[in-house]
């Protein structure tokens, strides 16, 4: 079946500005996550939906960054008034019942966002 | 709290040389999984391996095989006669029970020569 997909793939932006990426996992994956690749780092968690329970947001750098996930499937991961710290390889991954650390998750191949 | 160390940031060998990749964890729990992860040029990270704490049984699979000891807090992983397909940035994972989110290493480069 079809993986994690996302997008755009790539997004460039100007500061200032919103943007919305989108991430779609795999079928019949009840948990969704979204981790953020800065140049040169390692992955930085940032949100973990699992079912209809209230997300986990405590990865979120700060109050511009927002997701939401609608019907249990699709997410959107919002970041208001763009900075260029931003800039980042935005990753999403799914599992199949969720929490971490007994379930494998699968990643997308992330949004490239740029920020100028 | 957690954290995953991935000493090499950068490792170059010759195609057909063997090549291991260190992971040192730390954690308080007694309950626990580690993860390797592999980053080709794409972009897509590409599952490799999950073990928990309770199994410290080294594994195999093709070249790539795993060493786990808990004693002194590493999960190692060894590219056995490397080809140039294995480039790629590799990343550590640990994940505590009960927690729904991965804490990564900050990856090695490994690059395979030809």
């Known amino acids: 079946g079809a993986g994690v997909s996302q997008s755009p793939s790539n997004k460039v932006t100007e500061k200032g500005k919103d943007v919305e990426l989108r991430c779609d996992p795999i079928?019949?994956?009840?948990?969704l996550y979204w981790y953020r690749q800065s140049l040169g780092q390692g992955l930085e968690f940032l949100i973990y939906?699992?079912?209809?329970?209230?997300?986990?947001k405590s990865g979120l750098p700060s109050d511009r960054f927002s997701a939401e996930r609608t019907g249990g499937s699709v997410s959107t991961l919002t970041i208001q008034r763009t900075q260029q710290e931003d800039s980042a390889v935005y990753l999403c991954a799914s599992s199949l019942v969720g929490t971490g650390s007994t379930d494998t998750q699968y990643f997308g191949p992330g949004t490239r966002l740029t920020v100028l | 709290a957690q954290k995953v160390t991935q000493a090499q940031t950068e490792i170059s060998v010759v195609e057909k040389e063997d090549v291991t990749l260190d992971c040192v964890y730390e954690?308080?729990?007694?309950?626990?999984?580690l993860f390797w992860y592999k980053q080709p040029p794409s972009g897509e990270l590409v599952f490799l391996i999950r073990?928990?704490?309770?199994?410290?049984q080294n594994e195999i699979s093709g070249r790539y095989s795993w060493n786990f000891q808990k004693s002194t807090s590493s999960f190692n992983f060894t590219i056995t006669a490397s080809q140039v397909v294995d480039s790629a940035v590799y990343f550590c994972a640990l994940s505590e029970e009960g927690d729904d989110k991965i804490i990564f290493g900050k990856g090695t480069r490994l690059h395979i020569l030809p």
């Open positions: 073990r928990n704490s309770f199994d410290e």
């Open positions: 939906f699992q079912g209809n329970s209230a997300p986990d």
């Open positions: 954690t308080r729990d007694t309950t626990y999984y």
């Open positions: 079928s019949g994956h009840t948990a």
